[in-house]
């Protein structure tokens, strides 16, 4: 069954609620100690179960900060949601639902009114001794958290097993689906987030290489924008149930997997030898162009066929060699 949120913005009298129900309890003891002169039986009575079971409308009583939201039940039926900052009274009976209030995930803007739990003093029988209870805090937090799951290790499009991380901004928009349509939003959310992040990058290699993939679309490490924004979108679409936006999505780790980092460094490393040797050869047959050009041009010096190859031979050992060249100072004739 489809929930739909009830938002409770006409409950904002928590202050006149409390200060009535004190002003109850101060009559109670007014009638108690008048009855009690007087010996009006029925009166005093009156007052004492009063006394007694007057705390029970301070249940009722609920503060909530900005960006907090309090989802109510009463006897299992969903009652209402209180949204908005303020000081509100509500049936005592009611109790608040949050399923994700015990869960801590690596993630900013867990509710917890700045302590992680509240002590209570529990009294043991015939004992003074002491215990300390933990107590959920029950509120919903509305505000914009990160979620930062831990890096898995997953396969590319290529088979080469690279590890990603990412952190996911997100926010509860719905707080009746997000109560009511899953069992913890908080796990599910993080298991739709690593779902997501698998199915995403194994469309994508690593890094470029021929034939693999579309152009437009790139690579993990090239298009991490791209990369990025897909997630988002299959992320939102598997959590839209369960009543939270996602914001963003961003890549904070990518590396190979360090079983073939090392091999992938020297495939980096041997495709970039090949490149600059590539524009060293083609500035080198550049220049040597050049220079034949200039010297036909200007006539400085008739070279035939056998001069022009040796004269080709030695600029290109010059220019491509890894080492200074030793110069030799020819004081005879060429031949």
Not at 63 to 70: C, G, I, R, T, Y
Not at 239 to 257: D, F, N, P
Request: proline share 3%; charged share 20%; aromatic share 6%.
């Amino acid at each position: 069954m489809d929930i739909k949120e009830k938002v409770l913005n006409n409950r904002k009298n928590g202050m006149a609620m409390m200060l009535l129900f004190i002003i109850f309890y101060a009559a109670a003891a007014g009638i108690m100690l008048v009855s009690a002169i007087t010996e009006l039986i029925p009166l005093m009575l009156l007052a004492i179960i009063w006394i007694s079971i007057g705390w029970i409308p301070f249940l009722g009583l609920k503060v909530l900060k900005p960006q907090e939201a309090l989802v109510l039940t009463l006897f299992g039926k969903y009652v209402g949601t209180l949204k908005d900052a303020g000081f509100y009274w509500v049936n005592p009976f009611c109790s608040s639902v949050n399923p994700a209030a015990k869960t801590k995930l690596n993630q900013s803007g867990d509710v917890d009114g700045g302590n992680s739990a509240k002590s209570v003093l529990v009294a043991a029988a015939g004992a003074n001794a002491s215990a300390n209870v933990s107590v959920p805090n029950k509120k919903i937090s509305l505000k914009i958290m990160t979620l930062n799951n831990n890096r898995q290790k997953i396969n590319d499009c290529l088979g080469n097993p690279v590890e990603i991380g990412i952190a996911v901004m997100w926010r509860v928009t719905d707080t009746a689906k997000a109560v009511f349509h899953v069992d913890n939003y908080k796990e599910y959310l993080s298991l739709q987030c690593d779902s997501a992040l698998r199915n995403i990058v194994r469309i994508y290699p690593y890094d470029v290489a021929p034939n693999v993939g579309i152009a437009d679309e790139g690579s993990l490490r090239g298009s991490s924008e791209i990369v990025a924004g897909r997630i988002r979108d299959e992320i939102q679409k598997k959590v839209a149930e369960a009543g939270l936006e996602i914001i963003e999505a961003r890549i904070t780790y990518l590396a190979y997997a360090p079983e073939i980092a090392a091999v992938m460094l020297q495939r980096q490393q041997a495709s970039a030898i090949i490149d600059a040797r590539k524009m060293i050869v083609d500035g080198a047959v550049g220049m040597v162009e050049m220079a034949l050009e200039r010297l036909n041009e200007n006539q400085v010096v008739e070279l035939d066929e056998e001069r022009k190859a040796a004269m080709v031979s030695n600029l290109l050992v010059v220019l491509c060699g890894n080492h200074d060249a030793q110069p030799v100072v020819n004081s005879g004739s060429l031949y």
